[in-house]
């Protein structure tokens, strides 16, 4: 496909962030374990408390970007800040092991501040200035690119943490200053982007000066993918520390396995992209959201058979067959469930219920990882997720069953 201005501009902007963030944010967990000596509280802190911050940020995050007169220039400064704090991780080593583990959970969580309000307002950005007869299209070329940029730093970077101890901060502390430099072209690619004239009622002015409405929650195809959405996402985030937990205590993988992971399950996101957009275009998102949920239900319970390596890795490509299906769709079905008029409210809104999602599901898995075991708890949580992935199965049967009889010539 040909691109317009906006969608190249997108499109870089979106590689300098791939690869600015997969320098060292995969290996955030290999830091706090092997150089800092993080505990399973302070993992499961280092996964949930971002999202607390993120939910206070969202709360007036909403409405300064609705009074902001540039989404670009909000978005700007939101991204660059974010990244700088970020940066900071890079002085966490020179404090002593008692403390320096609890800065870095500090430092996770308060640079998602910036980061919440950096997505808002960028979903919302894009979301003007993509049209959306070409979302479906672009953002499965924009997840591909990305995910071919993310496969290489990823195991570029697993290479070279390799050739050093585990408890060595040194090769962290300079992919955290690489990583800072692809910011600052991130955030350059980010100033590329045109916005289109905004022509604001006298109406929408005074909607935007009040307080996060509720009024959302009246628009029904929006309430019915916020409950799928937060039911999905509550049985997912549950297994995000234990994952980590499992993958350095349990099977002992170091740098390069943990890059290994990475990149075999962003090659099967790179394979299988555009074949989710096309399915999606067929049989509608809700019925294909279905069928990527259920995938995923089946990662932590396949992770239990066995701690070799090899196997892990194969593992890693399945999961990554079905996360490309969940990104693409779950992103594409909130745009097209938020009406254009006010549509950074409906955003803030299913993010802050995510940063609620977010703070708990890991913190309950966490616990009953203490109270049950690792098996137990990674057995129950694939049952959660299958459970959790009938809602879309529910929508798809009731608000797209039309479409769905059109495919299949039903009668």
Known sequence: MSFTSNEKASLYNGLAQTISTNTVNGYIPLLALGVLGASN?????????????GMIALLPGAIWLNRARSKRNFTLATTFATRFLFMLIFFVPFFSNAVSAWILVGLIALLNFPGALANLSWQTMIGEIIPEQRRGDFFSTRNRVNNIAALIVTFGTGFYLEQYSKHDAFPYQALLLAGFLFALFEVYYLAKHKEPERMVKPVQIKKVKSKLSFDVFKHKPYVTFLVCAI??????????????????????????????????????????????????????????LFI???????????????TN??????????????????????????????PEANRANYIANYNF?????????????????????MHAAMNMISLIR?????????????????????????R
């Open 386 to 410: 299958f459970g959790t992935a009938f809602s879309f199965l529910a929508v798809a049967v009731t608000i797209e069953k039309k479409r769905i009889q059109n495919v299949f010539n039903f």
């Open 41 to 53: 509280q302070q993992m499961g802190l280092i996964t949930s408390l971002p999202s607390i911050i």
């Open 292 to 306: 990527a949920a259920a995938g995923m239900a089946t990662a932590p319970a396949l992770n239990m058979l066995s």
């Open 231 to 288: 039911l999905y996402n509550f049985s997912a985030q549950m297994a995000w520390s234990l994952f980590s937990i499992y993958q350095i205590k349990d099977a002992h993988a170091t740098a390069l396995w943990l890059s290994i992971f990475s990149v075999t399950s962003q090659a099967a996101q790179i394979i299988s992209i555009k074949w989710w957009a096309r399915l999606a275009d067929k049989y509608g998102n809700s019925i294909v």
């Open 353 to 373: 219920m995510l940063s609620i999602v977010g703070f708990a599901a890991p913190q309950l898995g966490v616990l009953i990882l203490n109270g049950c075991g």
């Open 309 to 338: 390596l090899f196997y892990m890795t194969g593992i890693n490509f399945w999961t990554g067959f079905f996360v490309s299906g969940t990104n693409l769709l779950l992103f594409n079905q909130l745009l097209k469930a938020s």
